[in-house]
């Protein structure tokens, strides 16, 4: 059972360029996330998806896209990479949302520079 | 969702209980607590969850204080491999899935188990 796989592992951008990390999961799950991770600052929510074909806004989602064609994957793209959005992005998944049982599962996360 | 306080760094002996506390003053009656674990260049890891009980798993009890205020985590007999940060999340339940439900992390408790 892999749960949730995250690619790449790592990446140096340039400033500038577009960007996609991918996130997959096996469970099943109805809901998945999307987190990143800076110091001093610890995780923060980008993009969150309830269900398959929705998506929603977090704390933190300028410059960032998200989309759920289907229950398994949940890319995030940044269109457009700055230097700011260099962190350690995570991708979780839940059974549910709004749920006392949606523990979060996550990803083993991706490295991004972007210079 | 209410705010969770943790004491900043621990440190354990190998083979010792480690209790790691969390206040929880503001907590409402329908939030869970929850407990995850980060260990280092990894992504977040659910440890144990529970409302006004009492809870035990494979990995650790989780002490609820009658008022509900505070919670201790019971590592019972900690190893290396538990050397992490643990997140207390403070967590409400019953919402309508139509909203963010990501996981608000504060800055944890960095416990270093000492051999």
């Known amino acids: 059972i892999a749960g949730i796989t995250q690619a790449p592992t790592s990446q140096i951008l340039a400033a500038g360029r577009r960007m996609t990390l991918r996130c997959t999961q096996d469970m099943r799950h109805n809901a998945m996330y999307w987190y990143r991770q800076d110091l001093g600052l610890g995780l923060r929510l980008i993009h969150y998806?309830?269900?398959?074909?929705?998506?929603g806004k977090g704390e933190v989602p300028d410059g960032y896209s998200v989309s759920r064609a289907n229950t398994d994957d949940f890319p995030l793209t940044l269109a457009s990479a700055v230097p700011s959005q260099t962190s350690v992005y995570f991708c979780a998944s839940s059974e549910t949302s709004g749920s006392y049982t949606d523990t979060q599962y996550f990803g083993p996360g991706t490295r991004l520079t972007v210079l | 969702d209410a705010k969770t306080t943790q004491p900043p760094s621990m440190d354990c002996a190998e083979g010792r209980a480690a209790n790691l506390p969390c206040n929880h003053s503001t907590i409402s009656g329908n939030e869970y607590v929850y407990w995850y674990r980060q260990i280092h260049s990894q992504g977040p890891q659910y440890i144990i969850h529970g409302l006004k009980n009492n809870e035990t798993n494979e990995m650790a009890s989780l002490i609820i204080t009658e008022d509900r205020k505070s919670s201790t985590l019971i590592l019972p007999h900690a190893t290396l491999r538990d050397t992490a940060v643990y997140y207390c999340?403070?967590?409400?339940?019953?919402?309508?899935?139509?909203?963010?439900?990501?996981?608000?992390f504060g800055k944890g408790t960095h416990l270093i188990i000492q051999p």
């Open positions: 999340i403070v967590r409400a339940v019953g919402l309508s899935g139509g909203g963010a439900d990501g996981l608000t």
């Open positions: 998806s309830n269900t398959a074909g929705t998506t």
